[in-house]
């Protein structure tokens, strides 16, 4: 017979063993997976804060760098929101300093 209570048990064992090893693959390349479970909502208003004045600051920076380059100013928005956008959900460091700088203007 093909289901044996073994191989069964094997198989709930190796599925078992995949999930988990693809939870922990996740989490170390999406690092938001491991922090927005234990997310407090009073920090909320201090990120909020943050996010504005980081876009406050940001987006006026990309959109003249991308002028500077003799692009449209909406390249400009663009290159400032996707990259912070893309930080929040694949970054780690605190310390990464985020913005449009006139290298990748250039570039």
């Known amino acids: 017979m093909h289901g044996d209570g073994n191989s069964i048990l094997r198989r709930r064992r190796r599925n078992a063993w995949t999930t988990k090893t693809l939870s922990k693959t996740l989490?170390?390349?999406?690092?938001?997976?491991?922090?927005?479970?234990?997310?407090?909502?009073?920090?909320?208003?201090s990120d909020t804060i943050g996010g504005l004045t980081l876009g406050v600051m940001v987006v006026p920076q990309?959109?003249?760098?991308?002028?500077?380059?003799?692009?449209?100013?909406a390249y400009g928005l663009y290159s400032s929101f996707f990259p912070c956008l893309l930080y929040?959900?694949?970054?780690?460091?605190?310390?990464?300093?985020?913005?449009?700088?006139?290298?990748?203007?250039?570039?």
């Open 27 to 45: 989490s170390e390349f999406v690092p938001i997976t491991r922090w927005l479970p234990n997310y407090k909502s009073g920090d909320l208003l």
């Open 62 to 73: 990309g959109m003249a760098y991308i002028s500077m380059a003799g692009l449209a100013p």
């Open 88 to 107: 929040m959900i694949l970054g780690t460091s605190h310390h990464v300093s985020l913005g449009v700088f006139g290298v990748i203007s250039l570039m």
